[in-house]
């Protein structure tokens, strides 16, 4: 994970109201996202996610998707993509997504009862996102298999109280205006 924590302490920070924001290749799309930092992170994901018997790899959009492709590509599990857009599909199981600066729909498609999915997300910060994800997968009688986030912003989050459960790769919290590693193996 060389490269992972290299690029987190290195990670410009901005704030969105009171809420002080990373700014990474993994969960932004910038800076540039360079191969050997997603290898390194797929093949973690591979090692640390419970694979056996999933039919799905399931991910909101955007930023789960390069991840998700890849580990997609490595697994031969195909890939769901949660979408931000209705399309009225038969199935189509809505969601409401609360982060810690925005709120908006979400769509699932093609996750149907018995599915055994792993959820795989780029950052686990308010668990917004990843709580009603995870909820909405179980109304819909998939089995999630595993959860997976690469990244976990350390701290008080909405799925503290449930019963789901999320493996990271590495936590980290911001403190002063710098990523400072909270621990490197993430949570199992």
């Given at each position: 994970?060389?490269?992972?924590?290299r690029?987190?302490?290195?990670?410009?920070?901005?704030?969105?109201?009171?809420?002080?924001?990373?700014?990474?290749?993994?969960?932004?799309?910038?800076?540039?996202?360079?191969?050997?930092?997603?290898?390194?992170?797929?093949?973690?994901?591979?090692r640390?996610?419970?694979?056996?018997?999933?039919?799905?790899?399931?991910?909101?959009?955007?930023?789960?998707i390069?991840?998700?492709?890849?580990?997609?590509l490595?697994?031969?599990i195909?890939?769901?993509?949660?979408?931000?857009?209705?399309?009225?599909?038969?199935?189509?199981?809505?969601?409401?997504?609360?982060?810690?600066?925005?709120?908006?729909?979400?769509?699932?498609?093609?996750?149907?009862?018995?599915?055994?999915?792993?959820?795989?997300?780029?950052?686990l910060?308010?668990?917004?996102?990843?709580?009603?994800?995870?909820?909405?997968?179980?109304?819909?009688?998939?089995?999630?298999?595993?959860?997976?986030?690469?990244?976990?912003?350390?701290?008080?989050?909405?799925?503290?109280?449930?019963?789901?459960?999320?493996?990271?790769?590495?936590?980290?919290?911001?403190?002063?205006?710098?990523?400072?590693?909270?621990?490197?193996?993430?949570?199992?």
């Amino acid at each position: 994970m060389d490269q992972l924590r290299r690029s987190l302490l290195e990670a410009p920070i901005i704030e969105k109201g009171d809420y002080e924001y990373f700014v990474h290749p993994i969960s932004d799309g910038v800076p540039m996202l360079e191969p050997g930092l997603l290898r390194e992170i797929v093949i973690r994901i591979i090692r640390k996610a419970d694979l056996e018997d999933v039919d799905k790899i399931v991910t909101p959009a955007a930023m789960g998707i390069h991840i998700s492709t890849a580990v997609s590509l490595m697994t031969d599990i195909p890939l769901v993509v949660i979408r931000k857009r209705q399309y009225g599909l038969d199935g189509e199981v809505s969601l409401s997504q609360q982060t810690g600066y925005s709120e908006n729909d979400m769509y699932i498609n093609d996750v149907s009862a018995g599915d055994r999915v792993l959820v795989l997300d780029d950052v686990l910060s308010t668990g917004g996102t990843m709580c009603a994800v995870l909820d909405a997968l179980k109304s819909t009688g998939a089995d999630v298999v595993d959860t997976v986030a690469v990244i976990k912003k350390a701290g008080p989050n909405e799925l503290d109280d449930t019963d789901h459960h999320v493996k990271t790769l590495i936590n980290v919290t911001v403190e002063d205006g710098e990523v400072v590693i909270v621990d490197e193996d993430g949570d199992d």
